[in-house]
């Protein structure tokens, strides 16, 4: 399970480990997503689809971790190109995966 979370969040690993560091919030938020992990990592049965449950709220510590990040005043310029950058890696990703 430790190595499919990262696998299923993709790209947005290091958002997550942002928005942990940085706010106590999503400190609490993050405890049952990791008590979650543990306890689904000692079953000897192991499928991605049991990691769906917590990818919502990992994704709440991304989307407030990447609302930070892009509302800095110094990064207001580069926000689309930060976020077609963001689409392109997916998509590329997306098709790549698709095909075999």
């Known amino acids: 399970f430790l190595q499919g979370f ?6 947005y690993v290091p958002f997550l480990m942002h928005g942990i560091l940085r ?3 999503a ?13 689904h990592s000692l079953s ?3 499928e991605f689809r049991f990691l769906l449950p917590i990818l919502s709220l990992s994704h709440v510590l991304v989307g407030k971790s990447l609302h ?19 689409a392109t890696i997916h998509m590329t990703l997306a098709i790549y995966f698709s095909m075999y």
Do not use: D, E
């Not at 400190?27 to 306890?39: A, E, H, N």
């Not at 892009?70 to 077609?84: I, T």
């Open 44 to 46: 000897p049965h192991k």
């Open 6 to 11: 990262p696998t299923v969040l993709g790209i």
């Open 23 to 25: 706010n106590k919030y």
């Open 27 to 39: 400190q609490m938020i993050f405890t049952p997503i990791l008590l979650y992990i543990i306890i």
């Open 68 to 86: 930070s990040f892009l509302s800095k005043s110094s990064l207001k310029g580069k926000r689309v190109k930060f976020m077609l950058a963001v």
